[in-house]
């Protein structure tokens, strides 16, 4: 291994005996079996390139604080080419199977679509040399249809049919890129693809264009033989007024509208949910229990600010709520992983921060598994909720579950039941309780690991 990124060893396991923070893995030890998998076999942590090698840690009122070794390149084909050096060495002195990236992360645009390709190629090909010799893997990849000015109004939602013809092109070439790296996934972030105002916007219209576009892209990865998992990332607003892939739910039933669910499952995201009024763990649930969790996406948001900033995750309690859902669920989707979609703060813009950004989140969702895996053993959590519905175990709430009650058999059997019964019949939740034993499992459950 070289030393692009210069003082920084490959970060290993240390265990949590040290409190103070250093450049070593607290909680993540890839190789120690939970729940009878490998923590990397659960986990499947992904660097993102964009946020990783193109943020530039600018905000709404600054300009960009990064300081990266390779700000030397002026040239953006000899800026593009060596970053594809320094970020292969990150993930093998980081330790991850996986990376994730967008089209436009990898190379500068031409002045036409064809001229962008064969730059972009150039990249992809040298991506691809070094995938054979570190054994490095694609999570997902996707395609910028929302950066570049002509995407004011969408990619495929565009009002615009030039702009729709010109996405579904640029999709293209994606999908080959993903065949040719061979991406696990696919995934469809609709950056754009929404609206601002509804007195100029055909909804309907533009939400069958979007479906149309999904149906010609998996169409086309069936042409090419491209088998990577399908996947929609939901986001409820920002930069549009309103997106039309909202939430999980929203998101679902636009699939299932347009005969989709088949073939795409979610992408979900820490912040996105946070944005739409949810925790991430209740849109992990809603995709899990309707089996379209596909893949995560490994951020969070400052619930004070707003707006999507792509923290890097470091709550326990979410982490933990977060991989508990996936422990249920067997794993995070078929292909699925847990992806940094996040960046540093602006105030911490040296080359090392970008490794204790990954640190931490890595770590935060290792612990998450260690206090989830352990909720499960001991089936707390199962045996509340089990004895919260036990009354539909047996008698009339049997007789609910089964399909054996109507609105009549059921009238009959409450109509003369004394209101101090039906109080005696509910019990208290104890949720401060619930939540207090739950600090309890973080707390010991980290501290004697």
């Given amino acids: 291994m070289s030393d692009l990124w210069k003082g920084i060893n490959k970060i290993e396991y240390v265990g949590n005996s040290d409190l103070n923070s250093g450049l070593g893995f607290h909680y993540y030890n890839p190789e120690e079996v939970i729940a009878g998998k490998k923590m990397k076999d659960w986990l499947r942590f992904s660097v993102a390139y964009w946020h990783t090698f193109d943020q530039r840690l600018v905000d709404p009122f600054g300009d960009g604080t990064a300081q990266r070794p390779y700000d030397k390149y002026t040239d953006p084909m000899d800026l593009a080419m060596a970053k594809v050096d320094y970020a292969f060495e990150f993930y093998q002195k980081l330790g991850v199977q996986f990376f994730a990236f967008h089209d436009r992360d990898l190379a500068p645009e031409g002045n036409t679509l064809r001229e962008t390709n064969a730059n972009l190629q150039k990249v992809v090909d040298k991506i691809v040399a070094n995938q054979k010799e570190t054994g490095m893997q694609v999570l997902w990849n996707t395609s910028s249809l929302f950066t570049n000015p002509r995407f004011v109004a ?254 009549k058999s059921l009238e009959e059997y409450a109509i003369d039941i004394p209101q101090s019964d039906l109080i005696a019949a509910t019990h208290s939740d104890h949720l401060e309780q619930i939540k207090d034993t739950i600090n309890h499992y973080i707390v010991n459950t980290l501290g004697n690991n």
């Avoid at 754009?192 to 990865?221: C, I, P, V």
């Avoid at 309103?242 to 073939?263: E, I, P, S, V």
């Avoid at 309690?317 to 992983?337: D, F, Q, R």
Wanted: net charge negative; charged share 25%.
């Fill in 154 to 407: 969408g990619g495929a939602s565009s009002p615009y049919a030039d702009i729709f013809a010109y996405s579904a092109a640029q999709l293209k070439n994606s999908l080959d890129i993903a065949k040719q790296v061979g991406s696990q996934n696919y995934v469809f972030w609709g950056g754009r693809e929404g609206y601002e105002s509804l007195w100029n916007t055909d909804m309907k219209r533009e939400q069958e264009h979007l479906a149309k576009f999904f149906h010609m892209a998996k169409d086309y990865a069936n042409e090419i033989g491209y088998d990577g998992q399908m996947l929609l990332e939901p986001k409820p607003k920002e930069p549009m007024t309103h997106q039309y892939d909202f939430d999980a739910a929203t998101t679902m039933n636009f699939l299932k509208d347009y005969d989709l669910d088949k073939d795409f499952k979610l992408n979900l995201e820490g912040n996105h949910a946070n944005l739409a009024g949810h925790t991430y763990q209740h849109e992990v649930r809603t995709a899990r229990e309707a089996n379209m969790l596909g893949s995560l996406d490994a951020n969070e948001g400052d619930k004070l600010i707003g707006w999507d900033i792509d923290e890097y995750p470091s709550n326990l309690y979410e982490t933990t709520a977060v991989m508990y859902e996936v422990l249920e669920a067997g794993s995070i989707g078929p292909k699925g992983g847990l992806n940094f979609d996040s960046k540093p703060r602006r105030s911490s813009f040296e080359p090392e921060d970008l490794f204790y950004g990954h640190i931490i989140g890595m770590d935060s969702f290792a612990a998450g598994l260690r206090v989830a895996d352990k909720l499960k053993s001991d089936g707390y959590l199962e045996d509340i909720v089990s004895k919260r519905y036990s009354s539909f175990d047996s008698g009339i709430g049997a007789d609910i579950e089964n399909g054996k009650a109507d609105f």
